[in-house]
Antibody, heavy 119, light 107 residues
Framework: EVQLVESGGGLVQPGGSLRLSCAASGFTVSSNYMSWVRQAPGKGLEWVSIIYSGGSTYYADSVKGRFTISRDNSKNTLYLQMNSLRAEDTAVYYC?????????????WGQGTLVTVSS | AIQMTQSPSSLSASVGDRVTITCRASQGIRNDLGWYQQKPGKAPKLLMYAASSLQSGVPSRFSGSGSGTDFTLTISSLQPEDFATYYCLQDYNYPWTFGQGTKVEIK
């Protein structure tokens, strides 16, 4: 059974850093396209980043240069390193698996982890 | 970045109604569009991909159409479990962008 479990969220001060983890089971992270999507409280969904099976990465303009997506193949885990955090980064962060190829949608999602950026 | 505009932002409907949600892209995106359903406190769920392909396990009352800039999601006969917020997502080019969402409420 495919499962994605995020962790690492919490309260952080503006300008601080946080690393989110997404532990996968039932499939191999490195063989799939994996992504992060976030949702600010009471707001809509915002795509954040993607990592290809080959290692290429892409980011939303709002996080480019501050966030880094990566994976640890030995742990079958996806990460999102978030630096220089701002209040507007406050959101629930979801990891999601791309179905087969980009353009085929996110078929599995984690339960989300809340990041709160506040002093 | 490509802008995705959904309409309406909310609607009220009754069980059994036919419901249509539209999504317009600021430039052509071929058929690289997905639809997601989200219920409060839950992760989104994939309904449609490639504009008109029904995701496995999704009821056939859901259908999608469109290509280029204009897309629709149709629920042929609204069921109680369909009351939720729906989002479109263009995965044509980066950065991928979601529509702002359409909340489907009970009339």
């Amino acid at each position: 059974e495919v499962q994605l479990v995020e962790s690492g969220g919490g309260l952080v001060q503006p300008g601080g850093s946080l690393r989110l983890s997404c532990a996968a089971s039932g499939f191999t992270v490195s063989s799939n396209y994996m992504s992060w999507v976030r949702q600010a409280p009471g707001k809509g969904l915002e795509w954040v980043s993607i990592i290809y099976s080959g290692g290429s990465t892409y980011y939303a303009d709002s996080v480019k240069g501050r966030f880094t997506i990566s994976r640890d193949n030995s742990k079958n885990t996806l990460y999102l390193q978030m630096n220089s955090l701002r209040a507007e980064d406050t959101a629930v962060y979801y990891c999601a698996r791309v179905q087969y190829q980009p353009t085929e949608g996110f078929d599995y999602w984690g339960q989300g982890t809340l990041v709160t950026v506040s002093s | 970045a490509i802008q995705m505009t959904q309409s309406p932002s909310s609607l009220s409907a009754s069980v059994g109604d036919r419901v249509t949600i539209t999504c317009r892209a600021s430039q052509g995106i071929r058929n690289d569009l997905g639809w997601y359903q989200q219920k409060p406190g839950k992760a989104p769920k994939l309904l449609m991909y490639a504009a008109s392909s029904l995701q496995s396990g999704v009821p056939s009352r859901f259908s999608g159409s469109g290509s280029g800039t204009d897309f629709t999601l149709t629920i042929s006969s609204l069921q109680p479990e369909d009351f939720a917020t729906y989002y479109c997502l263009q995965d044509y080019n980066y950065p991928w962008t979601f529509g702002q969402g359409t909340k489907v409420e009970i009339k």
